[in-house]
């Protein structure tokens, strides 16, 4: 079992950066891939980031390709989203979430651990 915690979140202006983390207790940390999910208010939970295993395979939604950057230190049981040139339509909760399939990154229903979240408001 894993357990996730998100940290980072904050109010940042347009055009400002956040760097959130996801830290995971136990020792099986690196047998998951991570993704990073939001969800804003009134609107239904979309696919943000999300990294394998090792680190060697990431994917991204198209709108934050370009912007934001997944890695991941599994020394310290960490991964990160490194979130540069943020838009107002960034606002949401993040929240990340383990899986150990790989079958699906994109779609959140097949991630097994998810941590509480971490609110980020980005100001115009």
């Known amino acids: 079992q894993v357990q996730l915690v998100e940290s980072g979140g904050g109010l940042v202006q347009a055009g400002g950066s956040l760097r959130l983390s996801c830290a995971a207790s136990?020792?099986?940390?690196?047998?998951?891939?991570i993704g990073w999910f939001r969800q804003a208010p009134g609107k239904e939970r979309e696919f943000v980031a999300a990294i394998s295993r090792s680190g060697g395979i990431t994917y991204y939604s198209d709108s934050v390709k370009g912007r934001f950057t997944i890695s991941r230190d599994n020394a310290k049981n960490t991964v990160y989203l490194q979130m540069n040139s943020l838009k107002p339509e960034d606002t949401a909760v993040y929240s990340c979430?383990?899986?150990?399939?790989?079958?699906?990154?994109?779609?959140?229903?097949?991630?097994?651990?998810w941590g509480q979240g971490t609110q980020v408001t980005v100001s115009s």
């Open positions: 136990g020792r099986t940390f690196s047998r998951y891939n």
């Open positions: 979430a383990a899986d150990s399939s790989w079958v699906r990154p994109t779609t959140a229903a097949n991630y097994e651990y």
